[in-house]
């Protein structure tokens, strides 16, 4: 079973709660977004989003990441995401460093949402990290994704205000709804195809 019309092959790679997991997958199942998600790996067993999954009839993989060696742990995430025959692999909070290894075996075929304006606010608790330094816009990044931590060629972005009665949690929340909108729309444009990557800019035919 998978998720989606059948279109283009996604497997998602998720670390915790799966809300973008579970936007995209709704895009696919109201035929929004061209794309079927045919495969769910989470590093963590207690991952929420693994559970999502399972109530939408796809499959899910556990590939525990504690104590294995990092190239040995993306080659097993490779072999099942290849038993898939997946088009794009799409990172929905999965929280590792990939190694290089695994970005050359996908070239411009992994994406991945980051919660700032890259590139502001590399790393972990982004949304925290832009509160804190008092930016008055805050936002979130659709990008391919390269060797390096939130780097790669910037596919969309989206912004929002960030208001002085806010906390950090509402700007959080403030920029998960973009992120929900966002994640599927950069996946449908990329899917559509007519775009080249030239240096650090993704440039689509219009
Ligand atoms: C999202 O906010 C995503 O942007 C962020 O993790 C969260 C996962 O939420 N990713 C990163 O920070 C990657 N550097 P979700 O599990 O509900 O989709």
Redesign the pocket.
Same mark, same amino acid.
Not at 18 to 23: E, I, R, T
Not at 91 to 95: E, I, K, P
């Given at each position: 079973m998978s998720a989606g019309q059948p279109g283009r092959r996604l497997g998602i790679l998720?670390?915790?709660?799966?809300?973008?997991? /579970?936007?995209i997958a709704q895009q696919c199942v109201a035929g929004r977004l061209n794309a079927q998600i045919v495969v769910v790996i989470s590093n963590r067993a207690d991952?929420?989003?693994l559970e999502a999954a399972r109530a939408m009839g796809i499959p899910s993989v556990v590939i525990p990441s504690q104590g294995v060696e990092r190239v040995a742990h993306d080659r097993m995430v490779a072999e099942a995401l290849d038993e898939a025959a997946v088009d794009y692999v799409i990172?929905?909070?999965?929280?590792r460093i990939l190694s290089a290894w695994f970005i050359q075996h996908y070239p411009q075929r992994i994406l991945? #949402?980051?919660?700032?304006l890259l590139p502001a606010f590399?790393?972990?608790?982004? /949304?925290h990290q832009a509160w804190e330094y008092g930016v008055r816009y805050a936002g979130?990044t659709v990008h391919f994704v390269d060797e390096k931590?939130?780097s790669g060629p910037i596919i969309d972005q989206a912004v929002v205000p960030v208001l002085e009665s806010d906390r950090a949690e509402d700007v959080?929340a403030r #920029?998960?709804a973009e992120?929900?909108r966002l994640y599927s729309e950069a996946i449908g444009k990329v899917l559509q195809g007519g775009w080249r990557v030239d240096g650090r800019r993704v440039l689509f035919e219009r």
């Open positions: 998720l670390s915790g709660r799966g809300s973008n997991f /579970q936007a991952a929420a989003g990172l929905a909070g999965y929280m991945n #949402i980051h919660p700032a590399p790393g972990l608790d982004a /949304q979130c931590m939130d959080a #920029i998960l992120e929900h």
